[in-house]
């Protein structure tokens, strides 16, 4: 149902003209690359072909101002997998937007989300605790509204996927197990 090759297509469709920038098909890790003297446009490069992984390294897109799409990677701060408690939280406090919007894209698209702390091998967070932030911020996106590019690509997918719109808080619905840790409780 959902073929990496769709979206490709969509986003293309709507940004490769308009703002010169391009879903690939990465083997590897994912980045960001704007445009220079061997690429005509910028590349938003996602993991392995994986739809999950392109939905949100769009989402990072997304969220990028015109200036930081002009810098490798946006730009941004990033500490690779092993990040210890202190940078896990930083790690955490930037993410929430990004998989806000993932959470949004993965609705219009009719797609599994699930939240990312995408440290395996280091300090582990209350990966619920982020869930509820990442979930406040959906909520209140869909009350103060998406920025143009966006809006622009939710409607094309749920267009396209023939999901309910517009979107509405009942479809973002998540549950805390009840076998989460007194550590995490406490957290959230």
Same mark, same amino acid.
């Given at each position: 149902m959902h073929q990496i090759t769709d979206l490709i297509r969509i986003f293309n469709g709507l940004f490769l003209t308009e703002l010169n920038t391009e879903l690939v098909a990465g083997d590897d890790e994912p980045i960001y690359l704007p445009a220079d003297a061997e690429h005509r446009h910028h590349r938003i490069v996602f993991a392995h072909g994986f739809y999950a992984s392109a939905l949100h390294e769009i989402a990072h897109w997304l969220v990028a101002g015109a200036k930081r799409r002009d810098q490798e990677d946006y730009g941004y701060w990033y500490c690779p997998d092993g990040r210890d408690k202190a940078q896990q939280l930083a790690f955490e406090q930037v993410e929430v937007k990004p998989q806000a919007i993932e959470w949004a894209l993965s609705v219009a698209a009719g797609f599994n989300f699930n939240v990312s702390v995408d440290n395996l091998n280091g300090a582990q @967070?209350? =990966?619920? $605790?982020? #869930? +509820? =932030? /990442?979930? +406040? +911020? /959906? !909520? #209140?996106?869909? #009350? $103060?509204?998406?920025? =143009?590019?966006? +809006?622009?690509?939710?409607?094309? !997918? $749920?267009?396209?996927?023939? @999901?309910?719109?517009p979107l509405q808080p009942s479809q973002f619905v998540w549950q805390i197990p009840a076998d989460i840790t007194l550590e995490c409780e406490d957290a959230i």
């Amino acid at each position: 149902m959902h073929q990496i090759t769709d979206l490709i297509r969509i986003f293309n469709g709507l940004f490769l003209t308009e703002l010169n920038t391009e879903l690939v098909a990465g083997d590897d890790e994912p980045i960001y690359l704007p445009a220079d003297a061997e690429h005509r446009h910028h590349r938003i490069v996602f993991a392995h072909g994986f739809y999950a992984s392109a939905l949100h390294e769009i989402a990072h897109w997304l969220v990028a101002g015109a200036k930081r799409r002009d810098q490798e990677d946006y730009g941004y701060w990033y500490c690779p997998d092993g990040r210890d408690k202190a940078q896990q939280l930083a790690f955490e406090q930037v993410e929430v937007k990004p998989q806000a919007i993932e959470w949004a894209l993965s609705v219009a698209a009719g797609f599994n989300f699930n939240v990312s702390v995408d440290n395996l091998n280091g300090a582990q @967070t209350c =990966r619920f $605790s982020f #869930q +509820q =932030r /990442v979930h +406040q +911020q /959906v !909520l #209140q996106l869909l #009350q $103060s509204g998406f920025n =143009r590019r966006t +809006q622009m690509l939710l409607n094309a !997918l $749920s267009e396209f996927y023939q @999901t309910p719109w517009p979107l509405q808080p009942s479809q973002f619905v998540w549950q805390i197990p009840a076998d989460i840790t007194l550590e995490c409780e406490d957290a959230i």
